[in-house]
């Protein structure tokens, strides 16, 4: 599937998001934003507020909700929503070589630039390639979402790890059957 790179990986950064682990650390949110530094200006503060954080989970919820429902209707509502929390502010630039479109002023505090990012990145996808094309994994023990980039939007798990043990149990359930 030939996405826009930047579009491409904005919705990454918006799953990576939704499947972000928050029960093992109350600061989670800081801690991903670390980890995903390379979307924000440098100069931008990352520590986020006990609020702060709360709002992050809310973003992260809303990215979920849109890969989890399963009509057009549902989509377009929790995409708005999540559209509704975005403050986006276009600009061009060729910082890594490419010119390619940022969605959130350079200036803007390290949330917003992240639901910016998020929210612009997962429309993106969804007005250009379908809402059909995220979704949750289909492995019994997860509940991670993704999104299919595969040609044919075949893709029904998170991962390769969750798709290979998926075959293994469903090859065991026939021997045992
Ligand atoms: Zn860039
Ligand atoms: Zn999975």
Same mark, same amino acid.
């Not at 006990?50 to 995409?79: F, G, K, N, W």
């Not at 990145?121 to 379908?130: K, N, P, Y």
């Not at 939007?153 to 969750?162: E, I």
């Given at each position: 599937?030939?996405?826009?790179?930047?579009?491409?990986?904005? $919705?990454? /950064?918006?799953?990576?998001? #939704?499947?972000?682990?928050?029960?093992?650390?109350?600061?989670?949110?800081?801690?991903?934003?670390?980890?995903?530094?390379?979307?924000?200006?440098?100069?931008?503060?990352?520590?986020?507020?006990?609020?702060?954080?709360?709002?992050?989970?809310?973003?992260?919820? /809303? $990215? *979920?909700?849109?890969?989890?429902?399963?009509? +057009?209707?549902?989509?377009?509502?929790?995409?708005?929503? /999540?559209?509704?929390?975005?403050?986006?502010?276009?600009?061009?630039?060729?910082?890594?070589?490419? /010119?390619?479109?940022?969605?959130?002023?350079?200036?803007?505090?390290?949330?917003? +630039?992240?639901?910016?990012?998020?929210?612009?990145?997962?429309? +993106?996808?969804?007005?250009?390639?379908g809402w059909q094309r995220l979704?949750?994994?289909? #492995?019994?023990?997860?509940?991670?979402?993704?999104?299919?980039?595969? *040609?044919?939007?075949?893709?029904?798990?998170?991962?390769?790890?969750?798709?290979?043990?998926?075959?293994?149990?469903?090859?065991?359930a026939r021997r045992k059957a």
């Amino acid at each position: 599937m030939d996405y826009d790179t930047y579009g491409s990986n904005a $919705v990454e /950064l918006a799953i990576h998001l #939704a499947n972000a682990d928050r029960a093992s650390d109350p600061d989670w949110a800081a801690a991903f934003l670390r980890a995903h530094d390379e979307w924000f200006t440098p100069e931008t503060a990352l520590d986020l507020s006990p609020a702060e954080t709360r709002r992050a989970a809310a973003t992260a919820d /809303l $990215v *979920r909700a849109v890969a989890v429902a399963d009509s +057009q209707d549902d989509v377009i509502a929790r995409l708005n929503e /999540l559209l509704a929390l975005a403050r986006p502010h276009p600009y061009a630039t060729d910082h890594d070589g490419e /010119l390619h479109l940022h969605y959130a002023r350079p200036d803007a505090p390290v949330l917003d +630039q992240l639901t910016t990012t998020v929210a612009m990145g997962l429309s +993106q996808v969804v007005a250009q390639h379908g809402w059909q094309r995220l979704g949750v994994c289909s #492995a019994e023990t997860c509940d991670d979402v993704y999104v299919d980039t595969s *040609r044919n939007a075949s893709r029904r798990y998170c991962s390769n790890t969750c798709a290979s043990r998926s075959t293994v149990a469903a090859y065991r359930a026939r021997r045992k059957a």
